[in-house]
């Protein structure tokens, strides 16, 4: 073999070895990028189900708010024009709930979106209710990424 034919044999192999590694790089980035996302999707979606089942009537103000901190859209505006009337109810009933979530698992998501199946369950306590009452809740919710945060849109009951 001649030497330039071993320099072009190098030459290849280099080339070909660094392709190869920048494409595995950039398969485990995409990967590790992809798992983190999801990660952070169910962290969002188990701390928005545990503010939504977690109120406290001596304390709704600071309740209320942690709900509307990790909402936007629909859910948001909802959620707000229903504050003042829930104040007053939950007040009215000395109501407590304090939730618990038991799994979460995402449905479906991409870079901005994603929708995510939750199973919380909760006791409630209240005036007509005061040993309180377990309560399980089966809720899916719409989860979108802004500012680089994943919010909740929309939260559904479901079966």
Known sequence: ????????????????????????TFGVYTQRESQQRRQDILVAARQSALNFTSLDYRHYDRDSANVLAGATGDFKKQFAAQTEQLTRLVARNKSV?????????????????????????SKVT??????????????????????????????????
Do not use: C
């Not at 809740?137 to 559904?156: A, F, I, K, P, S």
């Open 97 to 121: 709930s304090e939730g618990r979530v038991l799994e979460a698992g995402i449905v479906h998501s991409d870079k901005t979106s994603a929708r995510v199946l939750v199973v919380a369950d």
């Open 1 to 24: 073999m001649t030497s330039r034919a071993m320099t072009v044999g190098l030459i290849t192999a280099t080339i070909v070895t660094t392709a190869l590694t920048i494409w595995l």
């Open 126 to 159: 209240n005036t007509a209710v005061p040993q309180g009452e377990a309560r399980t809740y089966r809720l899916q919710l719409d989860m979108v990424h802004r500012d680089g945060r994943w919010l909740t849109r929309n939260v559904e009951f479901v079966g």
